[in-house]
């Protein structure tokens, strides 16, 4: 059987959740071929410095204007036109994927973003493949544009998400609940000592774990200053490559810096809490890892609705300034029971075994 595994690299999330699938596929699915395709690559030039270059721009410096777009394509009278012209744009800037649907003839196509999603089904529409197409949503929330005609399967984070497609009008039977995969890396099983150890910090002292994503946006800065003098940082820069050769020349007190890691579990393990950016795969991650988060610089649309369902399971805080930061990381480190009870709370949504209940659909 030949199944597909397709992503858009528009950011980490959408990637990381598709690597997680195909890793488990490959591994326990011998009875399957496996494909892991970027749509990106055979896009026109226009769609890819979209997606390359003009979101990474918007939801770092023009978040009004992306907060005014997600309205538009989100908001009832203005979404039926949003959608044709989207629709559109997709299908003449990605005429090299639907060719490589139709020629390699999947028998499954899994998609983790709703572009890929998107001209998949429209394909189906018009019995171009015959693919069973399962749509992984990513985050927790649903944009209209994750719902498309032609879609077999929904696979979503959490039973609020998936009571917005039921609102949306889809059928109960084409949703299932196995949550966003991830790394089995994220598995809490190494020993905290041994890793304080690797990256020379004290086992003893409060951890805060800082990063944002791949662009490593936020005011990381004045968050590590604020931080210095109450727990130990540690800081990931990622690509932001400024900002970390300047930390790393100020040397700040109790500020561990790194730049673009490979081992945000190890990091994890060592933390008593994390301040990220609530992504719905970096969400995922965190949960799996009993790490608590506090959600910083989220993008106006997904990453907000991401806050309020996971504020309706009681898992997380959002703060308003660095202050409230600060004063939450104090009262979390002087309450340690406190953190342990908000801890329980990760329970009720952390879903580990999201690739194994997506590969089961394969039949």
């Known amino acids: 059987m030949k199944v597909l595994i397709t992503y858009a690299s528009a950011g980490a999330g959408h990637r990381r959740a598709a690597e997680a699938i195909y890793d488990y596929l490959k591994n326990n699915r011998q009875d399957l071929r496996c494909e892991l395709v970027d749509v990106l690559p055979f896009a026109c030039p226009f769609l890819r410095f979209c997606y390359n270059s003009g979101y990474p721009f918007l939801v770092s410096y023009a978040t009004w204007l992306w907060a005014f777009f997600f309205w538009l394509t989100e908001f009832g009278l203005t979404r039926w036109i949003s959608r044709k012209c989207s629709f559109i744009v997709n299908y003449f800037g990605c005429r090299k994927f639907a060719s490589y649907l139709i020629k390699e003839e999947f028998d499954f196509i899994i998609s983790t973003h709703f572009l890929n999603s998107e001209l998949a089904a429209n394909l189906k529409l018009r019995n171009k493949i015959q693919a069973k197409l399962i749509t992984v949503i990513t985050d927790f929330g649903v944009h209209p544009f994750w719902v498309s005609a032609g879609t077999d399967l929904y696979t979503v984070a959490s039973e609020l998400t998936r009571d917005k497609l039921l609102d949306m009008g889809i059928s109960a039977d084409m949703i299932q609940v196995p949550g966003i995969p991830f790394s089995p890396s994220f598995v809490k099983t190494q020993d905290r000592i041994q890793l304080a150890e690797k990256f020379g910090?004290?086992?003893?002292?409060?951890?805060?774990?800082?990063?944002?994503?791949?662009?490593?946006?936020?005011?990381?800065?004045?968050?590590?200053?604020?931080?210095?003098?109450?727990?130990?940082?540690?800081?990931?820069?990622?690509?932001?490559?400024?900002?970390?050769?300047?930390?790393?020349?100020r040397n700040l007190e109790n500020v561990k810096v790194f730049g673009f890691v490979n081992n945000a579990e190890e990091l994890m393990v060592v933390s008593n809490v994390i301040i990220?950016?609530?992504?719905?795969?970096?969400?995922?991650?965190?949960l799996n890892m009993e790490l608590l988060p506090i959600f910083i610089s989220a993008i106006p649309g997904q990453e907000?609705?991401?806050?309020?369902?996971?504020?309706?399971?009681?898992?997380?805080?959002?703060?308003?300034?660095?202050?409230?930061?600060?004063?939450?990381?104090?009262?979390?480190?002087?309450?340690?029971?406190?953190?342990?009870?908000?801890?329980?709370?990760?329970?009720?949504?952390?879903?580990?075994?999201?690739?194994?209940?997506?590969?089961?659909?394969?039949?």
């Open 304 to 363: 907000q609705e991401n806050i309020r369902v996971l504020a309706s399971y009681g898992v997380g805080y959002a703060p308003k300034n660095i202050q409230q930061i600060k004063e939450l990381v104090v009262e979390l480190k002087n309450n340690p029971q406190k953190l342990q009870s908000l801890k329980k709370n990760i329970g009720q949504v952390a879903k580990p075994l999201a690739c194994q209940e997506i590969a089961s659909v394969i039949r």
């Open 276 to 286: 990220t950016k609530p992504g719905g795969s970096s969400i995922a991650e965190c």
């Open 201 to 249: 910090i004290d086992k003893d002292k409060f951890t805060v774990l800082v990063m944002t994503g791949s662009f490593g946006s936020g005011p990381l800065e004045k968050i590590a200053e604020s931080l210095m003098c109450q727990a130990q940082v540690l800081l990931v820069c990622a690509n932001n490559k400024k900002l970390f050769c300047r930390l790393q020349k």
